[in-house]
């Protein structure tokens, strides 16, 4: 079954680089750069949300609208916003991504694929409404994200 979601994942990242791939091309390295930090200042947010929400009082629909925003950036093909000349600052926009991150691209499938999972995973549980289940995929989801950090951002 995990053999099956990692090839299903896989080929939703195959899907999305394709299809997003003439419009990130259309975009200058500093703005495929913005593009990316903009994704992921957005779903920084939306965690935010749902970690008040599991730290104070529970808002079931809330949750479920950050995991959905999560999930929707995760399922979006960023990968394509890693284009040639955005593994370097460039004037003003300035990067975190480690030179690793162009190279090694097993392990960047990995960690995409292990947060595309559990991004997808946290949508689902959050659908359901249980806090106790949400809160063990959120952690899920912060591990995930954790996972990336380490490997390919700089402090």
């Not at 495929?32 to 929400?53: D, E, H, L, P, V």
């Not at 392990?107 to 063990?136: H, P, Q, R, S, Y």
Request: include cysteine.
């Amino acid at each position: 079954m995990i053999t099956r979601l990692r090839a299903a994942a896989l080929g939703t990242i195959a899907i999305a680089l394709v299809g997003t791939a003439a419009t990130a091309a259309d975009l200058k390295p500093e703005e495929q750069i913005q593009t990316r930090q903009a994704g992921y200042r957005f779903m920084s947010w939306n965690m935010g949300k749902i970690k008040a929400n599991l730290e104070g009082d529970y808002n079931q629909q809330q949750v479920q609208a950050a995991a959905d925003a999560i999930a929707g950036i995760a399922n979006s093909g960023m990968g394509a916003l890693y284009g040639p000349g955005t593994d370097q600052d460039i004037g003003d926009v300035k990067t975190r991504v480690k030179p690793e991150l162009f190279t090694d691209q097993e392990a960047v499938g990995k960690v995409a694929v292990a947060f595309i999972e559990a991004a997808n995973n946290m949508a689902e549980t959050a659908a359901l409404g249980d806090k106790a289940e949400v809160k063990t995929a959120f952690g899920e989801l912060g591990e995930s994200c954790k996972g990336c950090h380490d490997k390919f951002r700089k402090d």
